[in-house]
C-alpha cells in the first residue's frame, strides 16, 4: 500500500502470508502438562503406614489421569440407584450411599487443602479430623444422590486444577499433617487412593 505524506511517497511494508502448516510450530503445550509428566509413585518413606492400602490401590501410570477419571466411575456405578437405595445402611450404624459420597467431599476438601498449604511451603502441622463426627453432621442423608455426585465432581475438578497448576518442584515438599509427614506427591495418591478403596468398597455391595 502507498501513501504520500508530506510530498514523500511512503510504502507500507506488508509480509506474505504464512500458513501455520508451513511454519511447522511445535504444538501448544500446557504448563501443567510438562509438570504433570514428572509426577511418579511416591516412595514409602513420603506417608504414614494409615495410607499404605490406599496407595497400594492407584494403578500405575498418570495419577492425574485417573483422578480425573474416578467421578465417571461413580457416576456410572451409582447413577441409577434409587433415593431409597442410596439412603439404606447395609448394617445398622454404617454409612449409607449417600453419606459415603458426601465423606469423599469432606476428605477431599481437607487432603487437597493440606496438599495446597505444604506446596506452598507452609511447614505449620495440621490437624486431623473425626470422619465420623463430620459425617453425622454433614447431614448428606438428607440430599439427593445427584446433587453429592455434583459436588463430588466439582471437588475434583478444583483439586485437578490444583494438582495440575504445581511446578515439578513443589512435588517433593512435605510438611506434617494428623500427627505424621507426607509429601505434596503423596497427597494426590492418598486422594486417589481413598476414592478408589470406597469405590471397591461400594461395588462388592452389589
Not at 458426601?102 to 505444604?118: M, N, P, V
Request: proline share 6%.
Amino acid at each position: 500500500m502507498e501513501r504520500v505524506w508530506a510530498g514523500v511517497k511512503v510504502v507500507r511494508f506488508q509480509p506474505p502470508a504464512i500458513s501455520k502448516a508451513k511454519l511447522n510450530l511445535p504444538r501448544r503445550r500446557y504448563l501443567w502438562q510438562s509438570f504433570g509428566a514428572m509426577l511418579t509413585r511416591p516412595d514409602r518413606s513420603e506417608y504414614a503406614d494409615f495410607y499404605v492400602n490406599y496407595i497400594a490401590r492407584v494403578p500405575d501410570g498418570d495419577v492425574i489421569a485417573f483422578l480425573s477419571t474416578q467421578p465417571g466411575t461413580y457416576r456410572k456405578l451409582l447413577g441409577s440407584l434409587s433415593d431409597e437405595a442410596a439412603s439404606a445402611r447395609p448394617q445398622p450404624g454404617k454409612w449409607n450411599v449417600k453419606e459415603i459420597i458426601g465423606h469423599l467431599c469432606d476428605t477431599e476438601r481437607i487432603q487437597s487443602y493440606r496438599a495446597l498449604r505444604f506446596a506452598r511451603g507452609d511447614q505449620q502441622a495440621l490437624h486431623g479430623f473425626e470422619q465420623d463426627d463430620y459425617v453425622r453432621e454433614a447431614h448428606s442423608d438428607a440430599r439427593s444422590l445427584p446433587d453429592l455426585l455434583d459436588e463430588f465432581q466439582g471437588i475434583r475438578s478444583s483439586t485437578l486444577a490444583l494438582f495440575k497448576s504445581f511446578p515439578p518442584e513443589v512435588w517433593p515438599r512435605s510438611g506434617v499433617a494428623n500427627g505424621a509427614p507426607v509429601t505434596v506427591r503423596a497427597m494426590a495418591y492418598i486422594i486417589a487412593g481413598h476414592t478408589q478403596h470406597h469405590y471397591d468398597l461400594l461395588k462388592a455391595r452389589g
